[in-house]
């Protein structure tokens, strides 16, 4: 099928208002990856871990005491 080739001139008014409507288009980027874990949650989790092996280690030494002092 021959292209149908229409012959369309622009024209700019010399006098009055041009008016152009802009319409918005969506714009597709890349997605971003969210860490599973946020930066705070892991240093309280950090923490806590960290409290809770200085009570384990308390209570060993205090059992270590415990069983050294009957003797």
């Not at 021959?2 to 009055?16: A, C, D, F, N």
């Not at 409507?21 to 969506?26: S, W, Y």
């Not at 309280?44 to 308390?58: D, G, S």
């Amino acid at each position: 099928m021959p292209e149908v080739k229409s012959i369309l001139r622009e024209v700019l008014p010399k006098q009055g208002q041009l008016y152009m409507e802009d319409v918005p288009t969506m714009v597709l980027c890349k997605p971003k990856l969210l860490p599973l874990k946020s930066v705070t949650l892991e240093k309280l989790e950090k923490m806590q871990m960290e409290a809770q092996q200085a009570v384990k280690q308390q209570e060993l030494a205090m059992k270590e005491q415990g069983e050294q002092m009957p003797s």
